[in-house]
């Protein structure tokens, strides 16, 4: 099982800890396209579990749809496609979104995550500003 593996598995069980513990102390998550009034850099550990500490409460994945892993020549960096489909805790609507995901994986752990998702279609969904 990849480390993209186990962290999907990990957003579906709603294991927000395991998830984290996935990422190195000092790893960065990035979300370029990040809403103007969101975060769009996360640094450590520490802010991570911080930052995705209400993620449960806001979306239930339920399944990961689809998955498509690319190498690149730098054998640290993936570049991961996938679907998440579960349900918008507070409005309750059917939640069903794409990602594209830059991974750099070091020694086993996640270093680097940017990840670029649709802050419109999380609006649409959440009823609040893209999370």
């Known amino acids: ?6 962290a999907l598995d990990l957003l579906v069980q709603h294991d927000m800890a395991g998830f984290v ?7 960065v998550a990035e979300f370029p396209f990040a809403a103007p009034e969101q975060t769009e850099r996360v ?11 209400d993620y449960p409460n806001l979306l239930d994945i339920r399944e990961v749809v689809a998955k498509t892993v ?3 020549t730098d054998p640290e960096v993936s570049i991961a496609e996938f ?3 579960g349900v918008a805790v507070a409005t309750q609507k059917p939640y ?3 990602y594209v995901v830059v991974l750099t994986v070091r020694d086993g752990l996640i270093r ?9 279609a999380v609006t649409e969904v959440l009823g609040v500003p893209g999370v």
């Open 43 to 53: 640094e450590g550990r520490a802010a991570l579990a911080e930052y995705l500490r």
């Open 21 to 27: 513990q996935l990422f190195a102390e000092d790893a």
């Open 112 to 120: 680097r995550y940017r990840d670029y998702w649709s802050p419109l």
């Open 83 to 85: 679907e998440l489909a």
């Open 70 to 72: 690319h190498q690149t």
């Open 1 to 6: 099982m990849t480390i993209l593996d186990r």
């Open 96 to 98: 069903r979104l794409r």
